[in-house]
């Protein structure tokens, strides 16, 4: 992504924290990273990478315990930490909205899907009218592939399958017309037929509305599907970031390449045992000095353990954080 | 919907009669009878007295001529504290009383109640959650008794701002209706408080504040409305008890209504007036738990009423 571009939405030294009665969980230690617009931009990491918090972190959803403990995120070029409660009520949902995991359980079963498609557009501009609301929830429906969209709006969530649901969910997310969407997880809990038709549908209204996606998944073939480009946490840390080829064909950081060698490959036609990533995620209450992955890492070397590693620039918006890259670095000059 | 109705009315009647058959024989099992007092009457009044009300009769025969009198809408006449007067006319006379002493009290406990236990969620872990716990805590274990004694000294003896007794006037009715409301008003609250807390936690919270909606309204739209069945299943019986009187707030307050009553008529052996009483409560409380399962289906589209009811 060239400088002179207007970006989105910029993510400085983003830290997050939680303070449990156990200690702090540093669950995003410093991450940065910056969108421009349509730009659909990959999360992937394992559970308990930050991921998730550092979305919620961003439209404002970020519960207690948590708290932002520094760092800024510009959106438009205003920093939303500096937003107050009214004002990030307004943001949330007009300028980002955000889809769920979980379709099953995020709509309120006590009201219809009309309702709470109108409701997310009435509460940010009452003076449009019930009449033009439930003509724009129709239109919505109809754009997320529901078929007679003016019976749907008056059934009730548990009459509507688990696809449906989410479909409903992307809707109600678009109805404002936000500039980003943040999806988290959006497919996880959808089998897999259902999984393509809505990363078929969240493509297709992508290209439609030009608007930018945040995508969190620990599945990098979504990845491969839908995104422009990738950042790769692990421990609450990004690891690496680039666009979809660097991450894929020429990946940098040992746990980027560990992810990539742990998953399944159709083009492949020797059949391999898949090797896994030896180990398990740091204790986050106790992380480690230096590199979050170096006890895992088959790389390791005496000073991942005991310094943070610098972000190398790998070129053309490429980074990766790790010692080996940084010392390869130094050689060559 | 209709059918479902139906359904529940006949068993409401089968109900009934049960109660009413069990009541029959407990209150025959308790001893004495409605024409001893202090002065023992002589063996042949006793016999007369017996004889003319049917009592001289064995128990299944009394038994079988009351349900046949009662499905003729004739409950009987007092033998003792309202000498010859039919039965339903006291209740006619009495339950208007309590009727309104309770729904004012019903009122007060959910408009009240609610909102307490809404607030204390919404401030959950903060002080003024701890406060109101502390009243909520404080109003289900002082007995009645306790409140009403108290209410009488500081606002009827010491303050003279209320009527110690009697309804005369909407003044005289807080002290009753407070003494009523204040242990279900408390017992709503915590009720409210953890079903609060637990639709403050459920996904479509977070669904709604992500397409920002208000703090307010999403306390008040999206979680009361699902956290209103536990609260809704304690008002039915709630309802039904508290505007057939409660004894205690009648009996400090000198309310004339039929909770009070109802006890006084126990202790006289008035067994005309036990039963109709006894059958009048039942059939309110059934009547309250039908309408709290139909309020079920207004409140949660996804409950099918007339599933549940077949199991």
């Known amino acids: 992504m060239e400088n002179n571009e207007k970006k989105l939405i910029e993510v400085k030294d983003l830290k997050v924290s939680f303070f449990t009665p156990a200690g702090e969980v540093k669950a995003v230690g410093g991450i940065s990273y910056e969108m421009g617009y349509s730009e659909v931009m990959g999360i992937v990491g394992e559970s308990g990478s930050g991921k998730s918090v550092e979305a919620y972190t961003i439209i404002g959803l970020l519960a207690s315990p948590g708290k932002v403990v520094g760092g800024e995120i510009l ?240 070129g053309n918006g490429h980074r990766a954080a790790c010692w080996l890259l940084a010392t390869k670095e130094k050689e060559g000059n | 919907m209709a059918k479902y109705i139906c359904k529940r009315i006949i068993m409401a009647i089968v109900v009934l009669l049960l109660i009413a058959s069990l009541t029959f024989l407990l209150m025959n099992l308790v001893p004495g009878g409605p024409f001893l007092s202090e002065k023992a009457p002589s063996q042949a009044v006793l016999d007369a007295l017996n004889a003319k009300y049917g009592l001289d009769q064995p128990l299944h025969i009394q038994l079988k001529n009351y349900m046949v009198n009662a499905l003729h809408g004739d409950f009987g006449v007092s033998l003792k504290m309202q000498k010859n007067r039919p039965v339903t006319d006291i209740i006619i006379e009495m339950f208007p009383v309590s009727l309104r002493v309770g729904i004012v009290a019903v009122i007060v406990a959910v408009i009240c109640g609610v909102p307490m236990g809404c607030i204390a969620a919404y401030y959950r872990g903060g002080k003024m959650d701890s406060f109101l716990r502390v009243v909520m805590t404080l109003g289900i274990s002082i007995p009645g008794f306790v409140v009403a004694t108290l209410l009488l000294i500081f606002f009827g003896v010491k303050l003279h701002w209320l009527p110690t007794m009697g309804l005369n006037g909407w003044t005289s009715y807080i002290m009753p209706a407070f003494t009523l409301a204040f242990y279900p008003m408390c017992y709503l609250g915590r009720l409210s408080r953890s079903s609060m807390l637990d639709a403050i936690n459920q996904d479509y919270i977070r669904t709604a504040r992500a397409k920002g909606v208000k703090g307010k309204a999403i306390i008040f739209k999206h979680a009361l409305r699902n956290a209103l069945i536990p609260v809704v299943t304690y008002l039915g019986p709630l309802t039904a008890g508290i505007v057939t009187g409660g004894f205690v707030a009648e009996t400090v307050f000198c309310i004339p209504g039929l909770g009070r009553y109802f006890v006084q008529s126990v202790l006289n052996r008035d067994y005309p007036i036990i039963m109709a009483t006894t059958i009048f409560l039942a059939a309110l409380v059934i009547l309250m738990n039908l309408v709290v399962d139909i309020l079920y289906k207004v409140i949660d589209p996804r409950i099918d009423i007339t599933k549940g009811g077949e199991h």
């Open chain 1, 75 to 314: 959106f438009e070029g205003k920093n939303l930490l500096e937003y107050d409660k009214k004002q990030m009520e307004d943001f949330r949902g007009r300028e980002v909205s955000m889809i769920f995991q979980n379709p099953m359980t995020c709509l309120n079963p006590v009201y219809t899907i009309g309702n709470q498609l109108m409701e997310a557009l009435l509460c940010h501009d009452k003076s449009i009218g019930r009449e033009e609301a439930r003509n724009r929830a129709i239109e919505m429906l109809t754009l997320v592939g529901i078929n007679n969209p003016d019976k749907r709006i008056k059934q009730y969530p548990h009459e509507l399958s688990g696809g449906m649901r989410q479909r409903v969910m992307i809707a109600m997310g678009l109805i404002c017309h936000p500039k980003l969407l943040i999806a988290d997880e959006p497919t996880t809990a959808l089998d897999v037929t259902i999984q393509a038709q809505i990363l078929e549908l969240m493509k297709d209204i992508q290209k439609k509305t030009q608007m930018s996606i945040i995508f969190i998944t620990h599945n990098l073939g979504v990845v491969a599907e839908i995104c422009d480009k990738v950042s790769v946490m692990y421990a609450g840390k990004i690891v690496e970031q680039g666009n979809v080829n660097d991450i894929f064909y020429n990946p940098s950081h040992p746990y980027t390449k560990g992810l990539l060698r742990s998953m399944p490959r159709v083009d492949e036609t020797i059949y391999e045992r898949l090797i896994p990533i030896e180990g398990s995620p740091v204790d986050m209450l106790n992380p480690p000095e230096g590199c979050g992955f170096g006890a895992r890492c088959e790389h390791c070397m005496k000073i991942c353990l005991r310094k943070q590693p610098p972000t190398v620039e790998l």
